[in-house]
């Protein structure tokens, strides 16, 4: 069984994606028939929605639309993973309706693409903090260098779960090895997040291989374990260095040198829990 904690879905008929028109690969549909079709001969059992970064005023649309996906015969959708924005003093009242719907499991919001400080406002601090009590788990999405202002978010609320995804988004390509590990090694020392093996190829060369991948696995678990590790498609970003199926192949062969016990907790049985699946 494998669970998948990292789709994108994108429905440009339905929903605004202004990021899209500078990455013409993804600057298509890319639908839950076409993923679904897939992800089944993979052994993929369930799945959760990961936003995509919508226009602000598409993010609630976001959500509605997949919990429409989700209530089709056959659908393997089980939550989302919403879009917010803790830096809005709006957000306390979003954070209010989220609560009632219990199809929501966490929250996420784009940071790599922000200034490096963006997450180290008073108001956006106070937000993250809001998020103690409430069950939902934080994604959190940076760079290498902004790995030291993820640890410090970690830090805020102890008693949330936060959820590192891509590996900390190693520059795999240009052997940015040295710049990621210290800064990796750090926030594996917050007990309270859980590292996503997610997005690794799209961040390798165009004809990367698994020797590629090994060193920066390797670190993650060294660092992170097992227990504090669950995994990720990154569908259809991954369709840029392979896709589903090779990135499923490489994973496999990734973890092919653990326990059966930690190669299920690494693809279904942590992301059970840590999202009530």
Not at 46 to 69: F, N, P, Q, S, W
Not at 120 to 128: C, M, P, T, Y
Request: with cysteine; aromatic share 10%; glycine share 8%.
């Amino acid at each position: 069984m494998i669970v998948d904690t990292h789709l994108h879905l994108i429905y440009r008929g339905q929903l605004s994606y202004p990021w899209l028109a500078g990455v013409p690969p993804l600057d298509a549909d890319f639908t839950y028939d076409t993923y679904l079709h897939e992800a089944r001969r993979l052994g993929i059992s369930a799945t959760l929605h990961m936003e995509v970064d919508v226009a602000e005023g598409d993010i609630e649309a976001e959500t509605a639309m997949i919990e429409r996906l989700a209530a089709t015969d056959g659908s393997q959708l089980a939550g989302a993973i919403a879009a917010c924005r803790p830096e809005s003093a709006d957000f306390p009242a979003y954070l209010e309706r989220v609560l009632g719907n219990r199809f929501v499991r966490g929250f996420r919001r784009v940071l790599h693409v922000m200034p490096d400080d963006f997450s180290e406002g008073a108001l956006f601090r106070e937000n993250i903090r809001r998020l103690s009590g409430t069950g939902l788990v934080f994604d959190i999405c940076v760079l290498p260098h902004q790995l030291e202002k993820a640890a410090a978010l970690a830090d805020l609320a102890p008693d949330v779960s936060f959820v590192l995804d891509h590996c900390g988004i190693p520059d795999i390509k240009s052997g940015g090895f040295d710049v990621w590990k210290g800064p990796m090694a750090e926030i594996a020392r917050r007990p309270n997040v859980t590292v996503k093996l997610s997005g690794l190829p799209a961040y390798g060369a165009e004809n990367w291989t698994l020797e590629d991948l090994k060193p920066y696995f390797t670190h993650v678990a060294e660092n992170f374990g097992f227990d504090r590790m669950v995994w990720g498609s990154d569908w259809p970003v991954c369709t840029l260095g392979g896709g589903l199926s090779t990135w499923v192949g490489a994973t496999h062969a990734l973890l092919s040198g653990v326990s059966l016990e930690e190669k299920a907790r690494v693809l279904s049985r942590n992301a059970l829990k840590l999202w009530s699946i």
